[in-house]
């Protein structure tokens, strides 16, 4: 009779697209998430958990082809239904308030955060699973609305460490480059595809500079490779007016809406646009949000298929270095505006909404780039064990601590050997280490040693201060917590 075949281990690998997150990440994320959430209670938005679990027909714009249900994301199909690991935090938003809208307050101002999935090809820096944190106004059409949006942004970007003049908050308005482009003569379905180029290459005023969206706008484009991008095919006069659309934002405050008003003289819906801007650059002003943080910027584009009116991003303005060594700035890190229609999807009726979205994990890069995420994951004090008999006296002392809120573990691997224990001890980035051996017990005491000193003592002191300073202390068994917190309070310091 025929062996049955050996099962073959399973590989441990984190599946592509995936990341796993340790200790001190968890605890940096964890730390920002704090800080972002107090800005947005402050600011008098509610705490939101959504399911993680959305219907594919819910998912609304990310809904694909009927042959495809999953594509772009993660489905299955149960009962007849598609079900999908959520794409972002505002098709939940909107899925939430159309269901509980006679429960909820109008306006609704509401803040998530969390994890979201994207069935998507992954790359350098590119993940399927990604932390999002979001704060949304629903049923407000108040362009006040949005202004307290932008402040809101630039409040919490410095409450994360970004200092002022490293980030800039930029708005504009779908409604004025709508109005843009029907001045230039490129309204109506038979002038959309021009029209998706001017607004990509808009995107991309910031990479290829004025000379090469201008290429785009025309003819097109040929890259260092030799690759050619085909242009819009826009005439010079069409080209003028979208070139002056991007020049005005080298204006500032006022300067910059009368040179926009001047460009969409005639167009209905630009003229709105325009109007929204001065009223949301008025607001911001008079809250003291001055130019050094919320600038009016005619070349953020966001994706204005899926915007209705004021759009706006934050980018962080300083430097870093790439993977090549060379020195870039660092980006966007969050970005928004206004969607009246998602909402309408669910019920029939229009429900203005405006709101942003922050990227987590870049955040987090950005923090770590410009050496400001200093947040340290304490280890544990460890109470190590030289006398496996006696387990039950080190469990008392672990359990002392922890009542007083001082994080502690007893060591519960092999105690024979104590320089292992030691060792355990650095891995975990303890603090202090706790011996009482059978001298200790019937003395009475417990030897406390710093273990932050002794590296410090180990790296900078000379020999002669090594010799005269020490990182270990006597205390008596009753004086242990409060030895153990004044060490603690003396390495915060």
Request: proline letters at 4%.
């Amino acid at each position: 009779m025929a062996k049955d075949k050996k099962q073959p281990r399973p590989k441990a690998i984190t599946p592509k697209g995936f990341r796993d997150y340790f200790g001190s990440e968890v605890a940096a994320r964890n730390a920002m998430l704090e800080k972002i959430a107090a800005v947005y209670h402050r600011y008098g938005f509610d705490a939101l958990e959504t399911s993680a679990v959305e219907t594919v027909e819910a998912l609304g714009k990310f809904l694909p082809d009927v042959d495809r249900p999953n594509e772009g994301v993660f489905a299955w199909e149960e009962d007849n239904d598609w079900l999908a690991l959520r794409y972002d935090l505002t098709a939940p938003l909107a899925r939430v308030f159309a269901q509980h809208r006679n429960d909820l307050p109008t306006p609704y101002r509401r803040y998530a955060m969390g994890p979201v999935w994207r069935n998507e090809k992954p790359g350098p820096g590119r993940f399927r699973q990604f932390y999002q944190c979001d704060a949304d106004t629903v049923g407000s059409g108040n362009v006040a609305a949005d202004a307290e949006i932008c402040a809101m942004l630039a409040d919490t970007l410095e409450a994360v460490g970004i200092e002022r003049g490293d980030y800039v908050v930029r708005v504009n308005n779908r409604k004025v480059l709508n109005g843009v482009l029907e001045v230039a003569g490129l309204s109506g379905d038979d002038k959309a595809t021009a029209r998706g180029i001017v607004l990509r290459a808009i995107d991309k005023l910031d990479r290829l500079g004025v000379d090469g969206v201008r290429a785009l706008l025309g003819e097109g484009r040929k890259d260092e490779s030799g690759d050619f991008t085909k242009g819009a095919g826009l005439n010079e006069a069409q080209t003028h007016v979208v070139m002056g659309f991007m020049d005005a934002g080298r204006a500032t405050g006022a300067d910059t809406v009368a040179r926009l008003r001047e460009l969409v003289a005639g167009s209905a819906i630009g003229e709105a646009g325009v109007a929204e801007l001065e009223t949301i650059a008025d607001l911001l002003a008079a809250g003291g949000y001055g130019a050094d943080r919320i600038v009016i910027d005619p070349s953020v584009v966001r994706g204005l298929g899926y915007y209705t009116g004021p759009v706006y991003e934050a980018e962080l303005t300083f430097e870093i270095t790439d993977e090549k060594g060379r020195p870039r700035q660092f980006g966007s890190v969050a970005g928004g505006g206004r969607y009246d229609d998602l909402v309408k999807r669910f019920t029939g009726q229009e429900v203005p909404a405006t709101g942003v979205s922050i990227g987590v994990d870049r955040l987090l890069a950005a923090l770590t780039a410009k050496g400001r995420s200093d947040v340290q994951q304490a280890g544990p004090v460890v109470v190590t064990v030289m006398d496996r008999d006696r387990m039950a006296d080190y469990q008392a002392m672990v359990a002392e601590l922890r009542n007083a809120g001082i994080r502690a573990e007893v060591y519960l691997g092999n105690p024979k050997n104590f320089g292992n224990q030691m060792k355990y001890a650095d891995t975990r980035n303890s603090p202090i280490a706790v011996i009482e051996g059978g001298d200790e017990k019937e003395r009475g005491v417990v030897q406390l040693k710093d273990l932050i000193l002794g590296a410090q003592i180990a790296e900078n002191a000379t020999l002669e201060e090594w010799q005269e300073r020490t990182n270990q202390y006597e205390v008596s068994r009753g004086d242990l917590v409060e030895k153990v917190r004044d060490i603690l309070e003396s390495q915060a310091r």
